[in-house]
């Protein structure tokens, strides 16, 4: 095992813990001595999805029973769509049929849909247990496991019911990379994309002129770039962790991801989405006179580099992804707000404002005039 790279999540508020994100290669195999370090439990709760289960499940059993832990693995089927209340309510009800008590700690395992199930099930189960998130794609390493976002979807848009519930530590490991299929380490290369965005151009220039390297899964390209955009959800989270203020710009392309995702009945990975929605909230942010003009287009060539997709699937409407938006968790008095850019790298933020209300008609114009663009 290689000597982690740690970045530290300090929160700010009074009544909240920071902790730590361990990043390196074989810290999987470590996983029961940097438990009872940062999570020490009686016994542990595995959420996961049945793919990440069929890959790992016995393996990191054996580890934890091997360590003297009691250790019970709860699988879901694998999907988006599977990331709803019932399925919260599945995992919960087999705990209790378990026995689990509040001796107990939970590893959120797997992508982003078991991590924020997962640690939804951890900020209610028992009026909330410690719990560590353990990702294993590219997407669920640099963003959904840092930062305390938990939930689930409801038919009226994505993470609708949730909660913030920081787990102990995260722990990642670029090797488990070697299982994900090439499609999700392209969505996940799209979060990297927004971190670049919106806080750091030398990174996304980096992102750009190594492309191929990310692509060919080289393991040091990984690293670097997971522990990078790591670093920057970092001190995003530190400054707002509750997302009223700067943690929103963490949104950028998110309000027509989130759309175009349920549109498509989650048939687009939350990646595809993101780089879709980052392209076309440029767009917006280019006609409203925010972002300086140029700059979908230069993402627009990047995520094309990427192979990811950058404009809206071809029988969506913009009335029907408008519709989406309203739903969205981000509006605010009836207006959709976005997060937008100035530049790659510079977000927009006046009067202390980081999410912007953007009239429909607007939106509309743009998404009516996407189909020139594809």
């Not at 069929?54 to 089927?77: C, K, N, P, Q």
């Not at 202390?352 to 009239?359: Q, S």
């Amino acid at each position: 095992m290689s000597t982690p790279h740690r970045v530290k999540v300090a929160l700010p508020e009074a009544n909240s813990r920071g902790y730590e994100v361990l990043v390196g290669s074989g810290l999987f195999g470590s996983l029961a001595s940097i438990l009872s370090r940062f999570c020490p439990a009686h016994r542990y709760a595995v959420v996961t999805d049945d793919h990440v289960a069929e890959l790992y499940a016995v393996r990191l059993s054996r580890m934890l029973h091997g360590a003297g832990y009691r250790t019970d693995v709860f699988a879901f089927t694998a999907g988006e769509e599977q990331k709803t209340r019932e399925t919260w309510t599945l995992v919960t009800d087999a705990m209790m049929e378990a026995g689990c008590g509040r001796d107990t700690a939970l590893i959120a395992f797997g992508g982003g849909v078991p991590g924020d199930l997962g640690g939804f099930v951890a900020a209610t189960y028992m009026r909330g247990l410690p719990f560590v998130q353990v990702p294993t794609s590219l997407l669920a390493m640099i963003d959904a496991s840092v930062g305390g976002k938990t939930g689930v979807d409801t038919p009226a848009g994505k993470n609708l019911v949730g909660a913030f519930h920081q787990p102990n530590c995260v722990i990642i490991d670029p090797e488990l990379l070697s299982t994900l299929p090439e499609e999700h380490l392209r969505a996940g290369l799209a979060e990297a994309v927004k971190h670049g965005a919106i806080a750091d151009a030398e990174y996304l220039a980096w992102i750009e002129q190594e492309a191929d390297t990310l692509l060919a899964g080289d393991a040091q390209a990984l690293s670097r770039l997971i522990v990078r955009s790591v670093e920057i959800k970092a001190e995003i989270v530190a400054r707002d962790e509750k997302e009223v203020g700067p943690r929103k710009l963490l949104n950028f392309g998110h309000t027509i991801a989130h759309a175009i995702e349920a549109l498509s009945g989650y048939s687009l990975l939350h990646g595809e989405a993101v780089a879709v929605g980052m392209v076309e909230e440029a767009r917006i942010g280019e006609r409203s006179g925010v972002t300086a003009p140029g700059t979908s287009a230069r993402l627009r060539t990047i995520l094309s580099r990427l192979g990811l997709p950058t404009s809206l699937p071809i029988d969506f409407s913009a009335d029907d992804v408008i519709g989406r938006t309203r739903t969205d968790k981000k509006a605010r008095n009836g207006r959709v707000e976005y997060a937008l850019i100035q530049d790659v790298g510079t977000p927009v933020s006046r009067e202390g404002r980081w999410g912007h209300p953007v009239a429909d008609e607007t939106v509309a114009e743009v998404l009516a005039g996407a189909n020139g663009n594809r």
